[in-house]
């Protein structure tokens, strides 16, 4: 298997950036310095190319602070190696700067070149094994807990991939990928740190290009775009989404994965108001799962299943005003439900708690709200504590009556209030 060539990480960090072609980023470059009051820097899209290349030049000054500054890496984090020699920097020197804190994480994936080859074949398995281990926990392990330990790991896979190579080096920089990935889900969908998991997400993509692994670096493009779909960005959503179904072509795609990319688009299409589009995705979804293909998911393809595909349908349809629809929807997305779905569950009782409230029936909506909260007292799940505050915010006009009084009661408790009003 070839290895991937040239600066994978400037690739990354410009495909997560939003900037699907070189071009795309020459012409970004050049108008993001006038805007930093650099006058008279054009960047074209052959000096792009060879900042793309297998040994990338070290960039003049000027260009150093336009690129910093528009994709918010510092330069060795982006692939460049400063003339001054940092290439002789050995790789127990790399590890303890990276455990230190003293470089950047993304400093030490691609330096193979620079490091002493120490590591046995077996260290990309073993890395591997508790990367899976993270993967399972993550439906019944607290984030908050969780989260400390996956970052851990990630730290240690970057100090480890500089001393390995070959098949041990992609090994291990796919299973650094998915750490990073799951970290990235944890500060989105469990913390609501966008920001923080836009930054978690480049990492991973960075150590896909490592590992020279397009399905995994279609994941984690497709999560990329969860960031600007929710904050209402429907041009940085679709650019996203064309980045990673473009990867998802060059690898081997199951049914699966392929209607999970529909089915992401569409919730981004749905936060940004064009439900229209988004009924159609989840169609194509459904079309595509029932025909299926030859190619088997990935193992770490854990969060979707038919369920989850319903679950998207009936928050779709409740959005858009088809509430019998949206109804019918979630129902079957709950009683599809196997063990270990318990997140999702939160969310989907909240919608139907939602669709409850949005047909006038106050009394439903706050029993799904009580067994969405009852959910939520066992696995938390920041998404779903979301939905349910939209649902006390949809109950306004019934909040003199004893079933919504009962559930104020509840909702602000002790142990409940600081997660509502933090946001």
Request: one cysteine or more; aromatic letters at 6%.
């Amino acid at each position: 298997m070839p290895r991937p060539t040239g600066n994978v990480r400037l690739k990354a960090a410009r495909v997560a950036a939003g900037f699907n072609s070189q071009q795309d980023l020459a012409d970004a470059l050049t108008e993001h310095a006038k805007g930093m009051g650099i006058r008279g820097l054009s960047v074209g899209v052959r000096q792009v190319r060879r900042w793309e290349s297998d040994n990338p030049p070290w960039p003049q000054p000027d260009c150093q602070r336009v690129l910093v500054h528009l994709l918010g890496q510092n330069m060795e984090a982006l692939g460049f190696t400063p003339p001054w020699g940092s290439e002789g920097q050995d790789a127990s020197a790399v590890r303890r700067n990276v455990i230190t804190g003293t470089a950047t994480p993304g400093l030490a994936i691609g330096r193979a070149r620079a490091s002493v080859m120490t590591q046995p074949a077996s260290v990309g398995a073993d890395f591997a094994a508790v990367t899976r281990a993270h993967r399972r926990l993550y439906w019944s392990v607290a984030p908050s807990q969780l989260h400390p330990a996956v970052v851990a790991h990630a730290t240690l896979g970057c100090g480890l991939l500089p001393e390995t190579s070959d098949t041990t080096r992609r090994t291990l920089a796919a299973a650094l990928a998915e750490t990073y990935l799951l970290a990235g889900r944890i500060e989105f969908f469990d913390f609501s740190e966008p920001a923080a998991a836009h930054d978690t997400l480049v990492l991973a993509l960075q150590a896909a290009g490592e590992a020279d692994d397009p399905l995994l670096g279609s994941a984690i493009i497709a999560h990329m775009a969860f960031v600007p779909g929710w904050a209402g960005d429907q041009d940085g959503a679709r650019e996203r989404m064309i980045a990673a179904r473009t990867y998802a072509r060059r690898a081997p795609a199951s049914a699966e994965f392929l209607a999970w990319l529909d089915a992401v688009e569409a919730e981004c299409e749905t936060r940004c108001g064009d439900t229209r589009t988004a009924l159609h995705l989840i169609a194509h979804a459904e079309d595509i799962l029932e025909n299926g293909n030859e190619h088997a998911s990935p193992p770490w393809m854990d969060w979707f299943s038919p369920a989850r595909l319903a679950a998207f349908k009936g928050n779709t349809q409740l959005l858009a005003g088809h509430l019998p629809q949206a109804r019918s929807a979630l129902l079957q997305s709950l009683g599809a439900m196997t063990p270990g779905e318990e997140k999702q569950r939160t969310v989907v009782y909240a919608d139907l708690a939602a669709v409850e409230a949005a047909s006038g029936k106050a009394q439903a909506a706050c029993e799904y709200v009580g067994k969405a909260l009852d959910q939520l007292a066992l696995t938390w799940y920041a998404t779903g504590m979301d939905r349910v505050r939209e649902v006390r915010r949809a109950l306004t006009p019934h909040q003199h009556e004893s079933c919504v009084r009962a559930l104020d009661d509840r909702l602000y408790d002790w142990a409940t209030t600081l997660s509502v009003l933090r946001r």
